[in-house]
């Protein structure tokens, strides 16, 4: 089995630990972390989506244009431009990056949060909604005909864009923990994106979203992604000392410094059943299967990927093989220190898991081969 990883940038220094430094788009430090991870050996890098920062597919492009290889997977919140235009401009971009480019459909966790951009449906509606969206956006992509569509959310006629997608499909990901994200993202997602839960709370969200898609008449189920904050050291003694501190950081500043945690995207319990999952975890224990530490989600209130795995590099290298060998094959990871962190996964990680892989790979082949 292949596996994907994958980063996230910014467009300027800030974590949970780290208060935002520098204008809110700073170009070369969007250009170096670009870079670092293209290096690193990463395969895509996350573009987030809140109601305050600056939009992810100008982001995503400046940062195509300043890279060869790395593929960018751009958060994208139904419900605020039309499908066919978020269909033209997903192409359009897939085109100048020469087809680098997906999209991460997040229906969205927060009222509070939709509300600051104008939305204020209920959720329920709000992944009805998402359904209908992604029907009209990928039938804008591949329809050889102009194509009329009347439903609930949405009502276009005579839709044929000349533009489309440089790849074959542009890769839908999709996002969220509830039956009814299980519903949709089982629908039309072909990643299905969850948080580091421990392993038999992820392997039973594994089976719901396989059992989805089944119900939705596919024969092919979404490939799993999973989500983790790595933090390494040299021992595993130094590796939870910097935790620990990592972790009184997050205490320090309330909730945390970053641009998707924290009071300013938070107020109250969490409404998304995702982060409700990740502090019922916390609250279970701290420490879960072989490294995933769970601390730091309770600190953030359980702000979006917030469970870390802490160890040396090998450690969390097995730690993360744990998760593909329950069926994940996407690996999202970013670091509470995310420009130094991203070269170190590069350097000490990634290279551990896809060793590991091609070692099980060869010895696959060499059993078929004397058998």
Sequence with gaps: MSVEFI???????????????????????????????????????????????????????????????????????????????????????????????????????????????????????????????????????????????????????????????????????????????????????????LWGEPLAETAEQIAAVREAARAAGRSEPPRISVSFRPILGPTEEAAWERAHRILAGITAAGGGHGSFTGRKMHVGAPGNVGSQRLLAAAERGERHDRALWTPTAAATGAAGNSTALVGTPETVAAALLDYVDIGVSTLLIRGYDPLDDAVDYGRELIPLVRAELSRRASSRTEAGVTS
């Excluded at 300027?12 to 290096?39: C, K």
């Excluded at 971009?93 to 969205?108: E, K, P, T």
């Excluded at 074959?168 to 949709?184: E, K, L, N």
Aim: aromatic share 10%; proline share 4%; no cysteine.
């Design 7 to 193: 980063g996230m940038i910014g467009t300027r220094h800030v974590s949970e630990i780290h208060p935002a430094a520098g204008p809110v788009i700073d170009r070369e430090f969007v250009r170096r972390f670009t870079r670092a991870h293209e290096d690193a050996g990463f395969d895509r890098v996350l573009v987030g989506y809140s109601s305050s920062t600056p939009d992810g597919l100008q982001v995503a492009a400046y940062a195509a244009a300043h890279s060869e290889r790395l593929g960018f997977l751009v958060a994208h919140r139904p419900g605020f431009v039309a499908p066919t235009l978020a269909a033209r401009q997903f192409a359009t971009l897939d085109h100048f990056s020469g087809g680098r480019v997906a999209v991460h459909v997040i229906s969205g966790g927060s009222d509070v949060e939709q509300r600051r951009d104008g939305d204020f449906l209920g959720k329920d509606e709000r992944y009805d909604r998402t359904d209908e969206y992604l029907e009209v956006l990928t039938k804008t992509w591949t329809a050889g005909e102009p194509f009329d569509h009347h439903g609930r959310h949405y009502r276009v006629e005579g839709v044929q864009a000349e533009v489309r997608p440089f790849q074959d499909r542009i890769p839908v990901y999709f996002g969220g923990s509830s039956a009814a994200a299980y519903r949709v993202g089982g629908r039309h997602a072909d990643v299905f994106a």
